[in-house]
């Protein structure tokens, strides 16, 4: 083989077609790139959640979602308050020291909650991800004990839940409902999603 020069003008026409090549790839690379970012919307799903309580009444509950989960703020009464120091003896972790879902510090107490009144709890049973429907009315109903002192009640395999979230004994869910992080930024608004730790 012999070794011909390249002439000056195939040179140029080389050198800009690898050029022009370098830069359309610059060009197509820069969207996949930035694909691996988290969009707009990931980042927002991701938020914390802030939540006026100012005309949540004893008794009621609102839902607001964080992550794509139900998140349950009820204001109980002194009367289910009481209640709850009742039930220690029937439920399966009543003091919240299981760590599938690991509970805050400041909702490990027989309340599970900073404020005794208002409970904070992601409404999603740890059974199979359903969400437990509302029987506060105390007493003998239907699929409940009859000394039920309220709480929640997950219609799909029966696993009843107090009205702090705690999961009573031999129910097919294994663990107390999850206490998101969260503290109050006055005394009524909320921050879901956030404490001072995280």
């Known amino acids: 083989m012999s070794d011909t020069p390249v002439d000056s003008s195939k040179r140029t026409w080389l050198a800009a077609t690898v050029g022009a090549g370098a830069v359309g790839a610059g060009f197509v690379a820069t969207p996949f790139i930035s694909s691996f970012q988290p969009s707009e919307r990931a980042k927002a799903a991701g938020a914390a959640v802030e939540v006026d309580i100012s005309a949540l009444k004893t008794g009621e509950k609102l839902t607001v979602e964080w992550r794509g989960k139900p998140v349950w703020i009820m204001k109980r009464s002194p009367e289910q308050l009481e209640s709850l120091k009742k039930l220690?003896?029937?439920?399966a972790d009543p003091t919240s020291s299981r760590t599938a879902y690991p509970t805050p510090e400041y909702a490990k107490n027989g309340h599970r909650s900073i404020k005794p009144e208002v409970m904070v709890a992601v409404g999603i049973c740890t059974h199979l991800g359903c969400s437990p429907g509302d029987k506060f009315a105390t007493g003998a109903q239907p699929s409940l004990p009859d000394d039920w002192q309220g709480g929640f009640l997950?219609?799909?395999?029966?696993?009843t839940f107090d009205l702090a979230g705690r999961v009573f004994k031999n129910k097919p869910a294994p663990d107390n409902l999850e206490v998101p992080p969260h503290m109050y930024l006055s005394d009524t608004k909320l921050i879901i999603g956030e404490d001072k730790k995280a």
């Open 88 to 91: 220690d003896g029937q439920l």
């Open 154 to 159: 997950c219609a799909c395999h029966g696993s």
